[in-house]
């Protein structure tokens, strides 16, 4: 049986700066295991659909609710990988945090947060599907930002 987890890829741009360096990733860091860094994810509860256990998640782990973040359209990602022998699952949505200076909070699950851009990011997320996820965002970003 394949374990599934959802939660979204968050990001932040930064007003000060002009693109691609205004933009920065969400990651937090696991207070359990091998402490790796991870944007908000979590399983999906019995009879809970994927989005609902995106958004459940990030409030639990980020602090964040639908007042704070936009879902931004047309960018959904899964990743397959194995842990600790059992296939698992992990499907992504892409979402802005509106307002860039609002705090997060961290629960028990985590122990440190990071707002990074890709270079950061992708050394902090050490494995490699996640990196390529990350930069599949950038990639999205970038075209996104040169159709405005």
Known sequence: ????????????????????GNIEYLLLQTSYGEHH??????????GED???TAWR??????????????VVDGFLQSLH??????EKEVVY??????????KVKLSDE????????LDEAC?????????DTLKNVQRFLEKAEKKQ
């Open 57 to 70: 998640e990030t409030q639990e782990e980020a602090g964040f609710s639908e007042e704070h973040l936009r």
């Open 123 to 131: 050394r902090l997320a050490k494995y490699t599907d996640l990196q």
């Open 1 to 20: 049986m394949t374990l599934r987890a959802c939660g979204f890829i968050i990001f932040r741009r930064l007003v000060q700066h002009p693109f691609p």
């Open 37 to 46: 860094w991870t944007p908000p994810k979590g399983h999906v509860d019995p």
């Open 110 to 117: 985590h122990r440190d947060y990071r707002w990074a851009r």
């Open 81 to 86: 990988y194995q842990v600790r022998g059992k």
């Open 93 to 102: 949505w892409l979402a802005e945090l509106r307002e860039p200076g609002t």
């Open 50 to 52: 994927d989005l609902t």
